[in-house]
């Protein structure tokens, strides 16, 4: 049989679906590690370490700030280390990170010279502030390497998406393996405090250092297979063919021909200072800096949210329902997704122009949330709804904004532009978290009053204020500054 009847008789695998489903897998698990600590610091690790509000917006601000200085190097690290290997060590180093949580609780009692939890819980005044400060500082040791490991997450996945898609088709399998983010958020509401209940109410410590260590273990899971699965896409046996030539048809289409060494492009290394001074690394860097705050507040204070002003813990099965439909709707971040592709297929627009476009759309949908917290005296469900519309489009506004990143910077910038984004999303996340701890804590000290709420509640509007305008914001300077498409 000729060579022309067997390329007419192949078909095309699909071995670029698998990668994006590790991808998600991956996402899914980072997020899990993640939102470990939201979801047990108010029930289960306060009480026994004695936290405020601002002692957990501490921890969290400064996770946010160490991955955010993390991502600039780990976005290097990737593009040097290679794909492979470079997710490799990201997770597992924040996998260790994630396991080394348990760990605090026994941290805190030996530097003290306390024996068991029960003193811990029973101490007051002086002792119990010196066991929450002493605690705070474990848990910011063990974030901080959790912080290191998870900043290599996106500027390893979108590298991937670079490496194994053609352009018309990253921004959906962005919203794919981006939404692992959110199915690893949905599923961590009931699995994460319930494992803390369970091994809790058997007597290992206080239940959710257990939490910790089994979550974390999933990281290591999926290292074992990420080394036998992941290839370079020119050198995949399971790739044949007709995908590869599918993968790379944006370089073909620019008369460049496949061959198994780097390309021209590929082998032109921007430095860090050539990127940052263009006006495009500008734009996704303040893009990213005025949006990315919203969604990890979403993350890291809903449980606390619904447990001060609703009063549902996060182990009761009515939070738990809640934080699943806060995020089930997020997962129509999906057809966010493919909205660029359909504007790309009906308008002949260059992708940069229709994922703009899309993301203007995103951008509005956030308005919303101006009405979450005042419809909550209706029905905290209502209340649930908007702010999962919010995280909806936080999720399709990320999906186009990594693509934009694939778009205006060569491959082999691509980790790196990624990263420098991670760096404004910590940097945007460390001020949120901050900012919101102290302003609960001050707000509920002076029974602050604002837009008819009280105490809490009044510090919680004024964030979600920021949260349903922030998007707006972020667009208009990144069309300000890259008004039209115009590759590095």
Not at 197 to 224: C, D, P, Q, T
Not at 322 to 340: C, D, H, N, V
Not at 408 to 419: D, E, H, K, Q
Request: proline content about 3%; overall charge positive; charged content about 15%.
């Amino acid at each position: 049989m000729s060579n022309t009847t067997q390329n007419t008789n192949q078909k095309m695998t699909n071995f670029r679906w698998i990668i994006c489903a590790m991808l998600f897998l991956a996402t899914a698990i980072n997020y899990m590690d993640r939102q470990t600590l939201s979801l047990t610091w108010k029930d289960f690790i306060a009480p026994e370490f004695h936290w405020t509000d601002t002692d957990y917006g501490r921890i969290t601000s400064l996770f946010s700030l160490i991955y955010a200085i993390a991502n600039v190097f780990a976005g290097r690290f990737v593009d040097w280390m290679g794909t492979r290997k470079g997710y490799f060590w990201a997770i597992g180093v924040w996998s260790f990170g994630a396991c080394l949580h348990a760990v605090c609780g026994w941290a805190t009692q030996t530097t003290l010279g306390i024996s068991n939890a029960a003193e811990l819980v029973a101490a007051t005044g002086a002792a119990a502030s010196t066991i929450a400060m002493v605690s705070v500082y474990f848990f910011i040791a063990a974030r901080i390497v959790l912080a290191a490991g998870e900043a290599g997450n996106f500027p390893s996945a979108v590298k991937v998406t670079a490496e194994y898609f053609p352009k018309k088709d990253r921004a959906f399998a962005t919203s794919i393996f981006n939404a692992g983010s959110t199915v690893g958020a949905l599923v961590a509401p009931f699995c994460i405090p319930t494992l803390a209940k369970y091994f809790k109410s058997i007597g290992v410590g206080n239940g959710w250092e257990m939490a910790f260590i089994i979550i974390g273990a999933l990281g290591f899971v999926w290292m074992a297979f990420w080394v036998f699965i992941y290839k370079d896409v020119r050198n995949n046996p399971k790739v044949n063919s007709l995908e590869l030539a599918y993968i790379l048809q944006d370089e073909l289409s620019q008369g460049e021909k496949m061959k198994d060494e780097s390309s021209p492009e590929e082998e032109r290394h921007m430095t860090l200072l050539e990127i940052i001074k263009t006006r495009q690394a500008w734009s996704m860097f303040l893009g990213k800096f005025f949006t990315d705050g919203v969604w990890w507040f979403i993350l890291f204070w809903t449980p606390a949210f619904l447990s001060d002003v609703y009063g549902y813990t996060s182990d009761t099965t009515t939070a738990q329902l809640l934080i699943f439909l806060l995020y089930a709707i997020t997962m129509l971040s999906l057809l966010g997704g493919k909205l660029p592709t359909i504007i790309i297929n009906k308008t002949g627009w260059d992708p940069y122009k229709s994922r703009m476009r899309a993301m203007l759309i995103f951008a509005l949908c956030p308005i919303v949330g101006l009405a979450a917290q005042p419809l909550g005296s209706v029905s905290c469900v209502l209340t649930v709804v908007l702010i999962g519309i919010i995280g909806a489009a936080h999720q399709s506004w990320s999906a186009n904004f990594f693509s934009v990143g694939s778009d205006l910077f060569p491959r082999s910038a691509v980790a790196t532009i990624t990263g420098l984004g991670g760096l404004a999303c910590g940097l945007s996340s460390f001020l949120i978290n901050l900012g919101a701890g102290k302003l609960f804590d001050y707000a509920d000290k002076v029974q602050m009053h604002f837009m008819g709420f009280d105490g809490k509640e009044a510090g919680y509007y004024i964030v979600f204020i920021y949260c349903s305008l922030a998007y707006l914001i972020g667009w208009t300077i990144m069309k300000t500054l890259v008004p039209k498409y115009k590759p590095v």
